[in-house]
Nanobody
Framework: QVQLVESGGGLVQPGGSLRLSCAAS????????MGWYRQAPGKQRELVAA???????NYADSVKGRFTISRDNAKNTVSLQMNSLKPEDTAIYYC??????????????WGQGTQVTVSS
C-alpha cells in the first residue's frame, strides 16, 4: 500500500526555524495534492499549507510569509520550511497526500505525525 513518513520535528525557540519533510512510498501510480496539517492540544486539525502537482500553493493566513511548502515530484516528497516560529505554532504536524496507488482508486493518506514545539 502507500505510506507517508514525516521527519524533522522537534523543539525550537521562538523566532527559530524547522524544516519538515514527508516521503511517500509504496505502489504509487500518481500523487495529486499534498499538504501539511496541524493539530494543537484541544483544537481541531487545520490546514497549514497545500501544494498541487503543478506547484500551486495555498497557505493558512496564520503562516503566510513565514512558512513555505515545496515538493519534489520525482522523489514523491513534500517539505515545509517553517521560519519565524511562534509558540502558537506548537502542534503535531501531519503530512497528507491524495494518492492513486497502482491498480486502485485515489485515496486520502496521512502520515503518523511529528511534534513541533516552540518554546523558550
Amino acid at each position: 500500500q502507500v505510506q507517508l513518513v514525516e521527519s524533522g520535528g522537534g523543539l525550537v525557540q521562538p523566532g527559530g526555524s524547522l524544516r519538515l519533510s514527508c516521503a511517500a512510498s509504496g505502489r504509487i501510480f500518481s500523487i495529486y495534492d499534498m499538504g501539511w496539517y496541524r493539530q494543537a492540544p484541544g483544537k481541531q486539525r487545520e490546514l497549514v499549507a497545500a501544494i498541487t502537482s503543478g506547484g500551486s500553493t495555498n497557505y493558512a493566513d496564520s503562516v503566510k510569509g513565514r512558512f513555505t511548502i515545496s515538493r519534489d515530484n520525482a522523489k514523491n516528497t513534500v517539505s515545509l520550511q517553517m521560519n519565524s516560529l511562534k509558540p502558537e505554532d506548537t502542534a503535531i504536524y501531519y503530512c497528507n497526500a491524495q494518492v492513486r496507488p497502482i491498480g486502485t482508486s485515489t485515496g486520502n493518506y496521512w502520515g503518523q505525525g511529528t511534534q513541533v514545539t516552540v518554546s523558550s
